[in-house]
């Protein structure tokens, strides 16, 4: 459950590190491509918050039985 939420962490910090790129440093702004980039990590952090909630509920199940 612990890597679940680290690799959410860092997809996060990637995509909020792809942002300020986009915003402070790339000449041409916030491209399409740097937005889908971003948006694809953000995504990625939901899906493993996801899946590290339905293993923690998974694990309360097993655990109350």
């Known amino acids: 459950m612990l890597a679940t939420s680290l690799v959410a962490d860092l997809q996060l910090l990637i995509a909020a ?3 300020g790129y ?11 491509s740097i937005t ?7 995504a ?6 996801v899946v590290s909630v339905i293993l923690l509920m998974v ?7």
Do not use: D, K, Q
């Open 17 to 19: 590190c792809t942002w």
């Open 59 to 65: 694990e309360t199940i097993i655990v109350r039985r």
């Open 44 to 49: 990625g952090a939901l899906i493993a918050n």
């Open 22 to 32: 986009g915003v402070n440093i790339h000449a041409g702004g916030m491209t399409p």
């Open 36 to 42: 889908a980039s971003m948006v694809s990590f953000a």
